[in-house]
């Protein structure tokens, strides 16, 4: 679950930086990167945001497995774009009387989605290791997302760990009592785990409804207001965006 749970180290810069501020930089940068001709400014937009990743403290395995799958997806579209797409072959191989055609058009067009993808991901993947979950809810808050959905998502996020340490205890128990010996003994006890999470989470959400209009609870949750923008780091952003948009037109 930790892969899921980073928390940016507060004594970054990046981590003090505005999360609106943050978060239009990155819609601007993966416009550019899903729009662009070019493979230099995915490139640009993946090393920087790696960049970011390793310098907030994540770690190179969890970093791993979030990028697996848009890897699986990467070699999939390579491989369809190469043999399907194109009229210059690049190879051919025979193979059980059906030969194979690769296309110089279709490895290129492959490269250049492959760069897109990694490009976006590693974006969207600098902004959450550099920006607070809390803080991202908030900016999305004031991009007047619907105020329900926010809600929902902040308390979904904050007892989706709560559940997840009590699927580790049931699931350790079971264990413990043989419940995954064979098969179908695990399948029985795969189905009571799943069906005693839901009974809790349900459980859960009428008492945490309950303890929230009991301390006035009324729809606003102060950790959604927003201070002033610093012009500074405005600033800073503008420029970084103009610098990436000389590139997007290469």
Known sequence: MHTFS???????????????????????????????????????????????????????????????EPLFIIFMVVLLKLFFTGHSPLFSVSTFGLEVTGYREGWQEGLLIAARIIGAVS??????????????????????????????????????????????????????????????????????????????AFDSSRTITTAMEQRGYDGNMPMLKHKPFRIREVAVSLTFIFCLGLLWKI
């Open 6 to 68: 980073h928390t940016p180290h507060s004594g970054t810069f990046l981590a003090t930086i505005d999360p609106r501020v943050k978060l239009l930089f990155s819609l601007a940068l993966l416009l550019m990167v899903i729009s662009g001709s070019g493979f230099l400014l995915p490139l640009t937009a993946a090393v920087l945001s790696l960049g970011c990743c390793f310098s907030s403290g994540i770690r190179l395995k969890t970093l791993a497995l979030r990028f697996a």
């Open 123 to 200: 974006v969207v993947n600098a902004l959450a290791c550099v920006t607070p979950f809390t803080g991202l809810m908030a900016a999305f808050s004031w991009l007047r997302l619907p105020q329900t959905f926010i809600d929902i998502v902040l308390f979904a996020w904050r007892y989706l760990f709560l559940i997840h340490d009590d699927a580790r205890v049931i699931y350790a128990a079971q264990k413990n009592r043989l419940g995954y010996c064979d098969y179908r003994t695990g399948l029985r006890s795969f189905g009571t785990l799943a069906g005693t999470l839901v009974i809790k």
